[in-house]
């Protein structure tokens, strides 16, 4: 892996050629390309044009992949593709390419194995040399602009003395990514404690003192921890519970989390989740947003009900087209004083700013929010909570700095609608609609789906992106699975309305058309491009196109007289199984849904029956209760706790290992059916169970049904909830 850097060893120095005036991205609607259209660089957008030319001209091709908000692309955009002469060197030499990783992420993910490969690390900009074939030879992230230039000269001098021999490496290379992007391996069998080990292993890296993995820069890894409190539900693990919800108080006391005007930063640079990169992106605000709200629904918490609605009154307030999709992002940059660009400015304060915004209350603000004469960033303050702070006091001070903060010039907003980002918000928002019995938030998850099935599909195709009412781009695997688990969600967690589980299903069909490989994982895109076909495996942003897929089938399989969805899951984890486990703190989503296939699902509102019983379960630790509502469909009915029959299972709920009184079950209904001319004792419609639970204890509910129609009685289910 190491051979093709080694090519690159001679110097020289090149002449250089005019940029036009505006570049070969005209008519591009990317607000990232449009961004470079007017630098000096002549750069082309990813397609047969820009590689037809590099093959015709024999120039080797630079890729630049980046996105709107990144501060890093607008640092090396201004110092190296707006210099004159890194612009005319690269214009007589190069092939220029420059990609949205936000529209194109399977040729960003490409790519950024090409540079994880040759550097051991990765980033953005990420920055590709590629042979006038399209094969990768050479790769790094951000370049200084004298670094840049002085690697430039040093490619062209290798590819004028020999293009043959460096072609010919750069093949060989190219093939080993390409075995890589489609590697399996033989299936490993995911059992309980396979996946409860694996989920052990991922907490060796836990950071103790501040939350979440690793050390810096701190990535939220959302996917990851959703996986964890999966796992802890399952095993009333209060271990693993404990380094979710230390995660969670980590990033809310942190300068990540975006205290004055709601929501979360990508990252942090630090361990303490202190000084973050202040780009906000949707899918860190759905997928933090959904840990909140499962936080407090387990503990009852009101920092983590608090932090949760105002991340999402922040999306539904500045990150919501009229038409009801989602924004992908806001920069990290925005203008000074002077009118030049500056990171975090937009979010950072001083003292001097608190007293002019608050008056009187600014130094219990200053206090609170950790804000210092010298600052933490730049001079300034990335702002930080101090411990037991009064949040009656401190929010409405919030929101007047808030409107202080308006007063700024504001970051750039990216205006893209992105499916799967979008469906992540979806899913996130009918829950917590749900959950917090914020019909709002259940309305706006339903009009961003709607948007998506009226305006972002042409027939049964659907589109990735949509800008200014522009849907373009065909979708990828992650855009119909994360679409269908929306769709899902709204079934879930609404009542009457659109049927939005006829349309789940329609996406699922939609994967076995478009991305099928022979009982393999799926491929990322219907069509190949870049350098070969790809099986997405790895959680990044948001769970991989494959793990979406696999928790789709799973829960169709759990809704629908679907057989089949139900094979297809278990084909899927087989096939992502070894994956997984050799990897689990990059595929825990995956894991997540293998658990769902086993076990079944964990959360308090499930379906089961293939459809037919919906079980939704509120605990309730004040009253000391927990209350199982069971709602089965028309046509079929439970046994009654009493059915009559000994060879009926009875419904039965036991908390803690205490069976609820038979006199606290509801009267049954006698009733004869078609198989049977006996009279039956059955529940049908609704029906409610109260039980006790037992003070301070960390148990499990079980309830046992067994659903019937007029003519089949289905296997018994056990559903267990966890007492904390």
């Not at 990783?101 to 051991?120: A, C, I, K, S």
């Not at 049964?460 to 679409?483: C, E, F, H, K």
Request: aromatic share 10%; with cysteine.
């Amino acid at each position: 892996m190491k051979l093709i850097p080694t090519i690159l060893v001679a110097l020289a120095l090149g002449t250089a050629a005019s940029a036009q005036e505006a570049n070969h991205l005209l008519g591009q609607d990317s607000p990232y390309l449009q961004q470079h259209l007017y630098n000096e660089v002549d750069w082309y957008p990813w397609g047969e044009e820009a590689l037809a030319k590099a093959k015709a001209e024999n120039k080797p091709i630079f890729v630049s992949v980046g996105y709107s908000a990144c501060h890093w692309c607008h640092v090396m955009e201004e110092e190296s593709f707006k210099d004159k002469t890194i612009g005319a060197f690269l214009n007589e030499h190069f092939i220029s390419i420059k990609i949205d990783r936000e529209q194109r992420p399977d040729l960003d993910e490409q790519f950024m194995l090409v540079t994880q490969t040759l550097t051991g690390t990765g980033g953005w900009p990420n920055s590709v040399f590629m042979t006038s074939n399209a094969d990768p030879f050479y790769a790094g992230t951000y370049f200084p602009p004298d670094t840049f230039l002085n690697i430039l000269r040093q490619i062209n001098d290798t590819w004028q003395a020999d293009s043959v021999a460096l072609s010919a490496n750069a093949a060989e290379f190219s093939e080993l990514i390409r075995d890589y992007m489609t590697s399996t391996a033989a299936a490993k069998d995911l059992t309980p404690e396979a996946v409860r080990a694996a989920a052990n292993g991922i907490l060796t890296e836990f950071d103790d003192f501040n939350g979440g993995l690793g050390v810096s820069p701190k990535f939220p890894r959302e996917s990851t921890f959703l996986f964890l409190l999966d796992q802890a539900k399952r095993d009333g693990d209060a271990e693993m519970l404990g380094a979710v919800l230390g995660t969670l108080d980590g990033i809310l006391m942190g300068g990540i989390h975006d205290h004055v005007g709601g929501g979360f930063h990508r990252y942090s640079i630090d361990p303490e989740w202190h000084v973050p990169h202040f780009e906000k992106m949707l899918y860190n605000q759905a997928l933090i947003g959904r840990l909140l709200v499962r936080a407090w629904e387990i503990t009852g918490t009101a920092r983590y009900r608090r932090a949760a609605e105002r991340t999402f009154d922040y999306v539904l307030r500045e990150m919501r087209d009229p038409a009801g999709g989602f924004y992908s992002a806001q920069d990290a940059d925005s203008l000074d004083a002077d009118g030049k660009l500056e990171e975090g400015i937009f979010y950072t304060w001083t003292p001097a700013q608190v007293r002019a915004a608050l008056g009187a209350d600014a130094d219990f603000v200053i206090a609170a929010l950790n804000i210092s004469e010298y600052g933490n960033f730049e001079g300034s303050n990335s702002i930080h909570l101090t411990d037991d702070v009064d949040f009656t006091r401190l929010d409405p001070l919030l929101d007047k700095m808030r409107a202080a903060r308006l007063q700024r010039p504001t970051p750039f907003k990216d205006r893209k609608i992105v499916v799967s980002w979008n469906a992540a918000m979806i899913e996130t928002l009918a829950e917590a609609g749900y959950v917090f019995e914020r019909p709002d938030y259940y309305e706006a998850a339903a009009q961003a789906a709607s948007f998506i099935l009226s305006d972002m599909m042409d027939g049964d195709d659907l589109l990735r992106v949509s800008i200014n009412g522009n849907a373009t781009i065909p979708a990828q695997l992650a855009d119909y699975a994360g679409l269908g688990l929306a769709l899902l969600a709204l079934h879930d967690y609404g009542t009457e309305g659109l049927d939005w589980l006829t349309d789940a299903d329609r996406m699922a069909v939609e994967i076995s058309k478009r991305f099928v490989e022979q009982d393999g994982p799926y491929r990322m895109t219907e069509t190949i491009e870049g350098l070969g076909a790809y099986y997405p495996v790895d959680d990044s942003e948001i769970p991989s196109g494959n793990a979406l897929a696999l928790n789709l089938f799973v829960r169709l399989g759990n809704r629908m007289e679907a057989p089949l969805y139900t094979q297809q899951a278990l084909v899927l984890a087989a096939a992502l199984s070894a994956n997984a486990l050799a990897a689990p703190e990059v595929r825990g989503y995956t894991l997540l849904g293998s658990q769902t296939l086993t076990l079944g699902a964990t959360g308090n509102v499930r379906s089961v029956s293939s459809g037919a019983v919906r079980v939704a379960a509120n605990i309730d630790r004040d009253a000391g209760t927990i209350t199982v509502r069971i709602k089965v469909k028309d046509g079929w009915h439970v046994n009654a706790h009493e059915p009559l029959e000994d060879y009926f299972i009875p419904t039965n709920l036991v908390v803690d290992g205490v069976p609820m009184t038979a006199g606290d079950y509801p009267e049954p209904k006698l009733k004869a059916l078609t198989f049977n001319d006996k009279l039956l004792a059955l529940y049908e419609g609704e029906v409610e169970l109260v039980a006790v639970i037992p003070d301070d204890t960390t148990g499990v509910a079980v309830l046992t049904i067994q659903a019937c129609s007029n003519e089949i009685c289905l296997q018994p289910e056990e559903l267990r909830f966890t007492l904390w």
